[in-house]
């Protein structure tokens, strides 16, 4: 069962007001990541306390760094549910987690932040790990 739209709507608005990309559909995660797509941070959002108060305020905060990836999206875990599907076959080699974020390079992950790595860090300290990973990869 997916999750009302209007319960999630500012949870999404949150990340596509600040410039993010939705990908709600498998085609539109496709046209974000693939072979020559360069650097794309690829974020499953969620309803979850720890996507609200850390993960997105973190995700926000890297994103005013001096390097930042080309293209910055999102689907929804409980929404877009064939979306979150297909980001996640493509990282089948990782445990599936929401929320996650992951940074790709030409359609292969360079870094992934998984569930467990964001419930017990501040936004703060989720901002550092991404901005370090941006210098190392979105050159």
């Known amino acids: 069962m997916r999750y009302p739209e209007p319960l999630i709507a500012p949870m999404r608005a949150e990340l596509s007001q600040n410039g993010f990309v939705e990908a709600r559909t498998p085609e539109q995660v496709d046209q974000l990541i693939g072979p020559e797509s360069g650097t794309v ?3 499953v959002n969620s309803v979850c306390g720890c996507a609200a ?3 997105r305020p973190g995700i926000l905060m ?3 760094h001096t390097s930042v990836p ?3 999206a999102t689907v929804f875990a409980g929404a877009d549910v064939e979306a979150v599907q297909r980001v996640r076959d493509i990282l089948v080699a990782f445990p599936p987690s929401s929320p996650s974020m992951a940074l790709f390079k030409d359609g292969k992950p360079v ?6 790595q964001i419930e017990n860090r ?5 901002a550092a790990a991404l901005t370090a990973a941006f210098d190392e990869h979105c050159q």
Not at 111 to 116: E, G, I
Not at 122 to 126: D, G, L, T
């Open 41 to 43: 941070l690829m974020v």
């Open 53 to 55: 108060g850390k993960a």
């Open 62 to 64: 890297a994103m005013k």
């Open 70 to 72: 080309k293209v910055s």
């Open 111 to 116: 870094f992934l932040m998984h569930r467990h």
């Open 122 to 126: 501040q936004a703060f300290e989720i």
